[in-house]
Protein backbone atom coordinates (compact mmCIF):
# COMPACT_ATOMS: atom_id res chain seq x y z
CA UNK A 1 0.00 0.00 0.00
CA UNK A 2 2.42 2.83 -1.40
CA UNK A 3 -0.50 5.08 -1.50
CA UNK A 4 -0.28 5.64 2.17
CA UNK A 5 3.19 7.45 2.05
CA UNK A 6 3.19 10.97 0.68
CA UNK A 7 6.51 9.81 -1.34
CA UNK A 8 6.64 13.22 -3.41
CA UNK A 9 7.04 15.22 0.20
CA UNK A 10 9.63 12.48 1.42
CA UNK A 11 12.00 13.13 -0.96
CA UNK A 12 13.14 16.26 0.46
CA UNK A 13 13.57 15.18 4.18
CA UNK A 14 16.81 13.62 4.87
CA UNK A 15 16.95 10.49 5.44
CA UNK A 16 16.44 8.12 8.23
CA UNK A 17 13.46 9.33 9.88
CA UNK A 18 10.17 8.24 10.99
CA UNK A 19 6.95 8.46 9.68
CA UNK A 20 3.75 8.42 11.60
CA UNK A 21 0.45 7.57 10.21
CA UNK A 22 -1.88 10.10 12.62
CA UNK A 23 -5.05 8.88 11.45
CA UNK A 24 -4.11 5.02 11.70
CA UNK A 25 -3.71 6.36 15.26
CA UNK A 26 -6.89 7.97 15.65
CA UNK A 27 -8.62 5.01 14.53
CA UNK A 28 -6.26 2.83 17.16
CA UNK A 29 -7.19 5.02 19.91
CA UNK A 30 -11.27 5.36 18.68
CA UNK A 31 -11.11 1.56 18.82
CA UNK A 32 -9.30 1.40 22.36
CA UNK A 33 -11.92 3.63 23.62
CA UNK A 34 -14.63 1.61 21.64
CA UNK A 35 -13.84 -1.77 23.53
CA UNK A 36 -13.12 -0.55 27.03
CA UNK A 37 -15.86 1.65 27.19
CA UNK A 38 -17.75 -1.55 27.10
CA UNK A 39 -16.86 -2.03 30.82
CA UNK A 40 -17.60 0.23 33.01
CA UNK A 41 -14.38 -0.72 35.16
CA UNK A 42 -12.08 -0.31 32.80
CA UNK A 43 -9.15 2.25 32.84
CA UNK A 44 -6.75 2.56 30.04
CA UNK A 45 -3.01 4.01 30.60
CA UNK A 46 -0.50 4.49 28.15
CA UNK A 47 2.92 2.88 28.12
CA UNK A 48 4.95 5.93 27.59
CA UNK A 49 8.06 3.86 26.81
CA UNK A 50 6.64 2.33 23.56
CA UNK A 51 6.90 6.02 21.92
CA UNK A 52 7.56 9.30 23.63
CA UNK A 53 7.49 11.51 20.32
CA UNK A 54 5.59 14.36 22.00
CA UNK A 55 3.07 14.91 19.09
CA UNK A 56 1.72 11.43 19.50
CA UNK A 57 1.59 12.08 23.32
CA UNK A 58 -0.81 14.72 22.87
CA UNK A 59 -3.09 12.47 20.10
CA UNK A 60 -3.24 10.19 23.46
CA UNK A 61 -4.01 12.45 26.19
CA UNK A 62 -6.32 14.17 23.77
CA UNK A 63 -8.06 10.54 22.86
CA UNK A 64 -8.38 10.53 27.48
CA UNK A 65 -5.51 7.96 28.28
CA UNK A 66 -3.88 7.94 31.06
CA UNK A 67 0.26 7.44 31.44
CA UNK A 68 2.37 4.65 32.70
CA UNK A 69 5.76 5.15 33.41
CA UNK A 70 9.17 3.64 33.87
CA UNK A 71 11.11 6.39 34.82
CA UNK A 72 11.15 10.23 36.01
CA UNK A 73 11.82 11.31 32.67
CA UNK A 74 8.52 9.79 31.14
CA UNK A 75 6.54 11.33 34.00
CA UNK A 76 8.40 14.24 32.89
CA UNK A 77 7.32 14.00 29.44
CA UNK A 78 3.34 13.02 30.23
CA UNK A 79 3.11 15.81 32.07
CA UNK A 80 4.83 18.27 29.38
CA UNK A 81 2.15 16.81 27.06
CA UNK A 82 -0.47 17.30 29.11
CA UNK A 83 -1.23 14.08 31.09
CA UNK A 84 -3.40 14.81 34.38
CA UNK A 85 -1.08 13.68 37.31
CA UNK A 86 -3.95 11.81 38.53
CA UNK A 87 -4.23 9.51 35.69
CA UNK A 88 -0.29 8.82 35.67
CA UNK A 89 1.31 5.60 37.27
CA UNK A 90 4.98 4.66 38.23
CA UNK A 91 5.98 0.98 37.39
CA UNK A 92 9.57 0.00 37.56
CA UNK A 93 12.16 -2.30 39.57
CA UNK A 94 14.46 0.54 40.29
CA UNK A 95 13.61 3.73 41.02
CA UNK A 96 15.54 6.48 42.19
CA UNK A 97 15.08 9.23 45.34
CA UNK A 98 14.86 12.13 42.69
CA UNK A 99 11.96 10.26 40.67
CA UNK A 100 10.02 8.81 43.58
CA UNK A 101 10.47 12.76 44.76
CA UNK A 102 8.75 13.62 41.23
CA UNK A 103 5.83 11.46 41.63
CA UNK A 104 5.23 12.54 44.69
CA UNK A 105 5.76 16.37 44.08
CA UNK A 106 3.16 15.66 41.25
CA UNK A 107 1.03 13.93 43.37
CA UNK A 108 0.48 11.00 40.66
CA UNK A 109 -2.61 8.08 40.66
CA UNK A 110 0.11 5.67 42.09
CA UNK A 111 3.43 4.31 42.41
CA UNK A 112 4.11 0.15 41.51
CA UNK A 113 5.94 -0.98 44.00
CA UNK A 114 8.51 -4.14 43.43
CA UNK A 115 9.89 -4.99 46.75
CA UNK A 116 10.22 -4.21 50.16
CA UNK A 117 13.29 -1.98 50.28
CA UNK A 118 11.06 0.13 47.43
CA UNK A 119 8.38 0.33 49.60
CA UNK A 120 10.39 1.94 52.59
CA UNK A 121 12.38 4.69 50.53
CA UNK A 122 8.95 5.43 48.89
CA UNK A 123 7.39 6.05 52.87
CA UNK A 124 10.64 8.08 54.11
CA UNK A 125 10.83 10.19 50.98
CA UNK A 126 6.68 10.68 51.14
CA UNK A 127 6.92 11.11 55.20
CA UNK A 128 9.66 14.23 54.05
CA UNK A 129 7.39 16.01 52.45
CA UNK A 130 3.89 15.13 54.75
CA UNK A 131 2.58 13.53 52.36
CA UNK A 132 0.92 9.63 51.64
CA UNK A 133 1.92 7.85 48.29
CA UNK A 134 -0.83 5.78 46.99
CA UNK A 135 0.83 2.20 46.00
CA UNK A 136 0.40 -0.94 44.30
CA UNK A 137 1.99 -4.08 44.53
CA UNK A 138 3.57 -5.70 41.54
CA UNK A 139 3.17 -9.46 42.02
CA UNK A 140 5.28 -11.65 39.76
CA UNK A 141 2.20 -14.20 39.07
CA UNK A 142 4.70 -16.78 37.39
CA UNK A 143 2.67 -17.03 34.41
CA UNK A 144 4.71 -17.38 30.75
CA UNK A 145 3.53 -16.02 27.99
CA UNK A 146 3.84 -17.35 24.75
CA UNK A 147 6.38 -14.38 23.00
CA UNK A 148 10.42 -14.07 22.74
CA UNK A 149 12.30 -14.71 26.03
CA UNK A 150 13.89 -11.70 26.27
CA UNK A 151 10.64 -9.72 26.79
CA UNK A 152 8.60 -12.13 29.62
CA UNK A 153 8.62 -10.41 32.76
CA UNK A 154 5.91 -12.86 34.53
CA UNK A 155 8.31 -15.76 35.18
CA UNK A 156 9.88 -16.42 39.21
CA UNK A 157 13.15 -15.77 37.32
CA UNK A 158 12.91 -12.69 35.94
CA UNK A 159 13.52 -9.79 37.94
CA UNK A 160 10.76 -7.77 38.30
CA UNK A 161 7.57 -7.71 40.71
CA UNK A 162 7.35 -9.67 44.23
CA UNK A 163 6.67 -12.95 44.60
CA UNK A 164 3.51 -14.29 45.52
CA UNK A 165 4.00 -15.92 48.73
CA UNK A 166 5.02 -13.15 50.20
CA UNK A 167 1.91 -10.93 49.07
CA UNK A 168 -0.20 -11.07 52.43
CA UNK A 169 3.69 -9.78 53.96
CA UNK A 170 4.28 -6.85 51.83
CA UNK A 171 0.47 -5.33 52.62
CA UNK A 172 0.99 -6.11 56.09
CA UNK A 173 4.11 -4.17 55.67
CA UNK A 174 2.36 -1.04 54.10
CA UNK A 175 -0.48 -1.15 57.18
CA UNK A 176 1.78 -0.33 59.75
CA UNK A 177 3.83 2.73 57.38
CA UNK A 178 1.89 6.09 58.26
CA UNK A 179 3.11 8.01 54.72
CA UNK A 180 2.50 5.22 52.02
CA UNK A 181 -1.59 3.76 51.45
CA UNK A 182 -2.03 0.69 49.72
CA UNK A 183 -4.58 0.71 46.87
CA UNK A 184 -4.07 -1.87 44.93
CA UNK A 185 -2.13 -5.13 42.48
CA UNK A 186 -0.45 -4.99 39.50
CA UNK A 187 0.76 -7.54 36.95
CA UNK A 188 2.78 -7.75 33.96
CA UNK A 189 3.56 -10.71 32.15
CA UNK A 190 5.26 -9.49 28.92
CA UNK A 191 5.06 -8.25 25.67
CA UNK A 192 4.28 -8.98 21.73
CA UNK A 193 1.61 -11.31 23.26
CA UNK A 194 -1.35 -12.85 20.68
CA UNK A 195 -2.53 -15.90 22.43
CA UNK A 196 -5.31 -14.70 24.24
CA UNK A 197 -4.81 -17.73 26.34
CA UNK A 198 -1.56 -16.25 28.21
CA UNK A 199 -4.11 -13.52 29.16
CA UNK A 200 -7.09 -16.20 30.88
CA UNK A 201 -3.81 -17.64 32.32
CA UNK A 202 -3.05 -14.41 34.16
CA UNK A 203 -6.82 -13.58 34.95
CA UNK A 204 -7.15 -17.08 36.50
CA UNK A 205 -3.76 -16.15 38.75
CA UNK A 206 -5.87 -13.26 40.07
CA UNK A 207 -8.83 -14.69 40.88
CA UNK A 208 -6.89 -17.25 43.20
CA UNK A 209 -5.17 -14.05 44.68
CA UNK A 210 -8.41 -12.01 45.14
CA UNK A 211 -9.71 -15.17 46.96
CA UNK A 212 -6.82 -15.41 48.91
CA UNK A 213 -7.37 -11.76 50.14
CA UNK A 214 -10.92 -11.57 50.29
CA UNK A 215 -10.25 -14.86 53.32
CA UNK A 216 -8.43 -12.16 55.60
CA UNK A 217 -11.29 -9.50 54.44
CA UNK A 218 -8.35 -7.41 52.61
CA UNK A 219 -10.06 -5.27 50.19
CA UNK A 220 -8.03 -3.94 46.86
CA UNK A 221 -9.71 -1.14 45.18
CA UNK A 222 -7.40 -1.79 41.75
CA UNK A 223 -6.12 -4.23 39.78
CA UNK A 224 -4.04 -3.55 37.10
CA UNK A 225 -3.09 -6.44 34.27
CA UNK A 226 -0.26 -4.71 32.69
CA UNK A 227 -0.03 -4.55 28.84
CA UNK A 228 1.22 -7.01 26.44
CA UNK A 229 -1.02 -7.47 23.42
CA UNK A 230 0.86 -7.54 20.49
CA UNK A 231 0.56 -6.66 16.94
CA UNK A 232 0.87 -8.65 13.23
CA UNK A 233 4.17 -7.24 12.11
CA UNK A 234 3.78 -9.75 9.07
CA UNK A 235 0.52 -8.03 7.51
CA UNK A 236 0.53 -4.26 9.11
CA UNK A 237 -1.73 -3.51 5.57
CA UNK A 238 -4.20 -6.38 6.18
CA UNK A 239 -4.17 -5.70 10.51
CA UNK A 240 -3.30 -1.82 10.93
CA UNK A 241 -5.67 -1.96 14.26
CA UNK A 242 -5.06 -4.98 16.87
CA UNK A 243 -8.14 -6.95 17.99
CA UNK A 244 -8.92 -5.06 21.30
CA UNK A 245 -12.55 -6.61 21.49
CA UNK A 246 -11.08 -10.02 21.98
CA UNK A 247 -8.46 -8.30 24.40
CA UNK A 248 -10.86 -6.31 26.99
CA UNK A 249 -13.62 -9.18 26.38
CA UNK A 250 -11.26 -11.70 27.78
CA UNK A 251 -10.98 -9.77 30.68
CA UNK A 252 -14.56 -9.16 31.03
CA UNK A 253 -15.28 -12.77 30.83
CA UNK A 254 -12.56 -14.21 32.79
CA UNK A 255 -11.70 -11.92 36.00
CA UNK A 256 -14.01 -11.61 38.67
CA UNK A 257 -13.93 -7.88 39.96
CA UNK A 258 -15.50 -7.00 42.91
CA UNK A 259 -18.35 -4.25 43.35
CA UNK A 260 -16.42 -0.74 42.77
CA UNK A 261 -13.17 -2.40 41.84
CA UNK A 262 -11.35 -0.49 38.72
CA UNK A 263 -9.12 -2.49 36.31
CA UNK A 264 -6.27 -0.81 34.90
CA UNK A 265 -4.56 -1.62 31.47
CA UNK A 266 -1.14 -0.59 30.33
CA UNK A 267 -0.85 -0.63 26.69
CA UNK A 268 1.65 0.51 24.96
CA UNK A 269 2.91 -1.39 21.58
CA UNK A 270 -0.57 -1.93 20.71
CA UNK A 271 -1.54 1.27 20.76
CA UNK A 272 1.12 3.10 18.48
CA UNK A 273 3.26 0.25 17.02
CA UNK A 274 1.29 -0.07 13.31
CA UNK A 275 1.00 3.76 12.98
CA UNK A 276 4.98 4.21 12.45
CA UNK A 277 7.44 3.46 9.74
CA UNK A 278 11.04 3.67 9.79
CA UNK A 279 12.19 5.78 6.02
CA UNK A 280 15.62 5.05 4.89
CA UNK A 281 17.29 5.75 1.43
CA UNK A 282 18.90 3.55 -0.43
CA UNK A 283 23.05 4.17 -0.99
CA UNK A 284 24.11 1.35 -2.78
CA UNK A 285 23.24 -2.41 -4.25
CA UNK A 286 25.90 -4.18 -3.75
CA UNK A 287 25.76 -7.76 -5.34
CA UNK A 288 28.13 -10.23 -3.76
CA UNK A 289 29.19 -14.00 -4.99
CA UNK A 290 26.44 -15.82 -3.13
CA UNK A 291 23.56 -12.90 -2.45
CA UNK A 292 23.22 -9.35 -3.32
CA UNK A 293 22.57 -6.42 -0.52
CA UNK A 294 20.93 -3.23 -0.34
CA UNK A 295 23.14 -0.95 1.73
CA UNK A 296 20.46 1.85 3.73
CA UNK A 297 21.40 4.67 5.28
CA UNK A 298 19.37 3.24 8.40
CA UNK A 299 21.06 1.52 10.83
CA UNK A 300 20.63 -0.37 14.33
CA UNK A 301 20.80 3.39 16.15
CA UNK A 302 17.73 3.82 14.47
CA UNK A 303 16.38 0.36 14.98
CA UNK A 304 17.57 -1.69 17.06
CA UNK A 305 14.94 -4.37 17.77
CA UNK A 306 16.01 -6.32 14.99
CA UNK A 307 19.98 -6.60 16.08
CA UNK A 308 18.63 -7.00 19.54
CA UNK A 309 15.94 -9.33 19.48
CA UNK A 310 15.76 -11.27 16.04
CA UNK A 311 12.80 -9.00 15.35
CA UNK A 312 10.65 -9.08 12.07
CA UNK A 313 9.37 -5.69 10.41
CA UNK A 314 8.32 -5.93 7.06
CA UNK A 315 10.30 -3.87 4.66
CA UNK A 316 8.61 -2.26 1.36
CA UNK A 317 10.29 -0.63 -1.82
CA UNK A 318 7.55 2.81 -1.69
CA UNK A 319 9.39 4.37 -4.73
CA UNK A 320 9.85 1.22 -7.16
CA UNK A 321 7.38 -0.82 -9.34
CA UNK A 322 10.15 -3.35 -10.70
CA UNK A 323 9.59 -6.90 -10.34
CA UNK A 324 10.69 -8.72 -6.67
CA UNK A 325 14.22 -9.21 -5.84
CA UNK A 326 15.97 -11.11 -3.04
CA UNK A 327 18.24 -8.69 -0.72
CA UNK A 328 19.38 -8.82 2.27
CA UNK A 329 18.85 -4.95 3.82
CA UNK A 330 21.54 -3.63 5.75
CA UNK A 331 22.61 -0.52 7.65
CA UNK A 332 25.89 1.65 7.51
CA UNK A 333 27.39 0.44 11.36
CA UNK A 334 30.31 -0.88 11.61
CA UNK A 335 28.58 -3.99 13.77
CA UNK A 336 27.83 -7.53 11.46
CA UNK A 337 24.34 -7.28 13.57
CA UNK A 338 23.45 -3.97 11.62
CA UNK A 339 20.81 -6.29 9.48
CA UNK A 340 17.33 -5.49 9.22
CA UNK A 341 16.16 -8.73 7.08
CA UNK A 342 17.62 -11.69 5.24
CA UNK A 343 16.84 -13.09 1.87
CA UNK A 344 14.14 -10.43 1.67
CA UNK A 345 11.79 -9.39 -1.52
CA UNK A 346 10.95 -6.23 -2.11
CA UNK A 347 10.62 -4.32 -5.09
CA UNK A 348 13.58 -4.21 -7.55
CA UNK A 349 16.31 -1.49 -5.70
CA UNK A 350 18.49 0.89 -6.57
CA UNK A 351 20.21 3.66 -5.47
CA UNK A 352 18.14 6.71 -3.68
CA UNK A 353 14.90 4.10 -3.28
CA UNK A 354 13.10 4.85 -0.31
CA UNK A 355 11.91 1.79 1.88
CA UNK A 356 9.64 1.77 4.88
CA UNK A 357 10.43 -0.82 7.81
CA UNK A 358 7.08 -0.79 8.72
CA UNK A 359 5.28 -1.74 12.10
CA UNK A 360 8.26 0.52 13.76
CA UNK A 361 6.25 2.78 15.91
CA UNK A 362 6.54 0.76 19.09
CA UNK A 363 10.54 0.71 20.37
CA UNK A 364 11.36 2.35 17.54
CA UNK A 365 12.65 5.95 17.73
CA UNK A 366 12.59 5.86 21.71
CA UNK A 367 15.19 3.38 21.66
CA UNK A 368 17.61 5.03 19.64
CA UNK A 369 21.23 6.14 20.07
CA UNK A 370 24.16 7.28 18.52
CA UNK A 371 26.62 5.17 18.17
CA UNK A 372 29.64 5.95 15.82
CA UNK A 373 28.03 9.26 16.48
CA UNK A 374 25.15 9.29 14.17
CA UNK A 375 22.28 12.00 14.39
CA UNK A 376 19.12 10.80 16.26
CA UNK A 377 16.18 10.28 14.09
CA UNK A 378 14.14 12.57 13.49
CA UNK A 379 9.92 11.74 13.48
CA UNK A 380 7.71 13.57 11.45
CA UNK A 381 3.78 12.88 11.88
CA UNK A 382 1.43 12.44 8.61
CA UNK A 383 -0.29 15.60 9.15
CA UNK A 384 2.46 18.15 9.63
CA UNK A 385 4.51 17.10 6.09
Not at 117 to 127: D, F, K, T
Request: proline share 4%; charged share 25%.
Amino acid sequence: MKGQFPIEKMQSIQTPFYYYDTELLRQTLQAINQEAGRHEQFVVHYAVKANANPKLLRYIREAGLGADCVSGGEIEAAVRAGFPTSKIVYAGVGKSDWEINLGLDHDIFCFNVESIPELEVINQLAEAKGKVARVAFRLNPNVGAHTHANITTGLAENKFGIAMDDMEKVIAEAGRMNSVRFVGLHFHIGSQILDMGDFEALCNRVNELQERLDSLRIRVEHINVGGGLGIDYSHPNRVPIPDFKAYFDTYARKLKLRPGQTLHFELGRAVVGQCGSLITRTLYIKKGAVKQFAIVDAGFTDLIRPALYQAYHKIENITSEQPTETYDVVGPICESTDVFAKQVDINGARRGDLLAIRSAGAYGEIMASQYNCRQLPKGYASDEI
